[in-house]
Each structure stands twice: as structure tokens, then as C-alpha cells.
Antibody
Framework: EVQLVESGGGLVQPGGSLRLSCTAS????????MNWVRQAPGKGLEWISY????????FYADSVKGRFTISRDNAGNSLYLQMNSVKAEDTATYYC?????????????WGQGTLVTVSP | DIQMTQSPSSLSASVGDTITITCRAS??????LNWYEQKPGKAPKLLIF???SLQSGVPSRFSGSGSGTEFTLTIRSLQPEDFATYYC?????????FGQGTKLEIK
């Protein structure tokens, strides 16, 4: 069974840093592209970052570019999101999502999410 | 950025009804359009990929159609568990973007 489990969320002050992790199991992690998607409380979904299987192609949404860094450890079946210089508007539930190339490039499996709250 | 506009934003329906949600893209996205269902407090779940392909395990009462800039999600014979929020999502270009969501409520 495909499983994605996020961790690392919590309360952080504006301007602070946080590192989110996503641990994968039930599939060959190194064969799949990965994404981070977030959802502010009561709001819709926002894609924020993508990484390909060998980490040589990475994209970010403008809202996080220059502040967040996506990375992965294929040997450890893990995806990361380093969040620096966080702002109040970064408050959201952060989901990791597995990408499936070719099938509309859909995100076919999602973790349960980890909540990040940015507040003094 | 490609803008995705869903309509309606909310919808009331009864068990057994058939409903259709529309998603319009601000430019041609061919068939790079996926549909997700989200229930409160849960992660999104993939329903339809590449505009019209049903994800494994998703009931056949869900269907998708469209290409280019206009797409639809149809749910036939609504079941109690279908009352949720539905999102369309384009992956034609970066940044990939979601529609604002359609909340389906019980009448």
C-alpha cells in the first residue's frame, strides 16, 4: 500500500525556519516525482514545489521562491521542504504528493498533511 | 500563470441526483486536467486524471470529459459519501494551478 507520512509541522515565529519531512513506503520512491501542496485554513489548494526523480529539475511557486527549498533522499525514501523566512501567509497544512508522469501528470497519492502555524 | 475557474462554487443536491461541475482554463491545457475530492480534515483524493480517465478504485459514477479550455466532472446517482469539495487541477504548465473548489452539500 502506498503511504506518505508528513512530519515536522508546528508553531514557528515569523522570520523563523522549519523543515518538513515526508516519508514514503509501499512503492519505489526513487521512481517517482514528488510535490508539495499546501492549504491555508478554510482555503483551497496551492501547489508550491516539484522535484524530479534525480533532483536536477526543481520548480517553486512564486509565493515561496527564494525562501523554501525542496530536496529528496532516495536511499532514505524521504522528501523534504526547508522553510526559511516564514511569513504569516505560510500558515497552512502542507501535503506531500506523489507525481505520476504521463497520466495527466497527476498527483495520485497524498499524505495526511502536517500543519504549520506562523505566529508570534 | 494559467487560471482555473470552477463553477459553481457551491452546489446543493440530493442523494440519487446527477451533478456536473465545470472547470475552465485561461488557456489551452490540452488534457492536462485532473479532478480531486476532499473531505473535511482529509487529504485530497485523485478521482480523474488526464481529463477523462478514472483512477483505480474510484466508482464508475464519477466521470470526466473535456479538452482544451473546458472540462467537466459528472457524478451520477449521488451517494451520501460524495458530499465533499471537488477541485480541478492543471498540470500543463508550471506553476500547476487548482480551481477554487466546488463544495457539494446535501439538500
Amino acid at each position: 500500500e502506498v503511504q506518505l507520512v508528513e512530519s515536522g509541522g508546528g508553531l514557528v515565529q515569523p522570520g523563523g525556519s522549519l523543515r518538513l519531512s515526508c516519508t514514503a513506503s509501499g512503492f519505489f520512491f526513487s521512481d517517482y516525482e514528488m510535490n508539495w501542496v499546501r492549504q491555508a485554513p478554510g482555503k483551497g489548494l496551492e501547489w508550491i514545489s516539484y522535484i524530479n526523480i534525480i533532483s536536477d529539475t526543481i520548480f517553486y511557486a512564486d509565493s515561496v521562491k527564494g525562501r523554501f527549498t525542496i530536496s529528496r533522499d532516495n536511499a532514505g525514501n524521504s522528501l523534504y521542504l526547508q522553510m526559511n523566512s516564514v511569513k504569516a501567509e505560510d500558515t497552512a497544512t502542507y501535503y506531500c504528493a506523489r507525481g505520476r508522469v504521463g497520466d495527466g501528470d497527476c498527483a495520485d497519492h497524498w499524505g495526511q498533511g502536517t500543519l504549520v502555524t506562523v505566529s508570534p | 500563470d494559467i487560471q482555473m475557474t470552477q463553477s459553481p462554487s457551491s452546489l446543493s443536491a440530493s442523494v440519487g441526483d446527477t451533478i456536473t461541475i465545470t472547470c475552465r482554463a485561461s488557456q489551452n491545457i490540452i488534457r492536462y486536467l485532473n479532478w480531486y475530492e476532499q473531505k473535511p480534515g482529509k487529504a485530497p483524493k485523485l478521482l480523474i486524471f488526464a481529463a477523462s480517465s478514472l483512477q483505480s478504485g474510484v466508482p464508475s459514477r464519477f466521470s470526466g470529459s473535456g479538452s482544451g479550455t473546458e472540462f467537466t466532472l459528472t457524478i451520477r446517482s449521488l451517494q451520501p459519501e460524495d458530499f465533499a469539495t471537488y477541485y480541478c487541477h492543471q498540470t500543463y504548465s508550471i506553476p500547476s494551478t487548482f480551481g477554487q473548489g466546488t463544495k457539494l452539500e446535501i439538500k
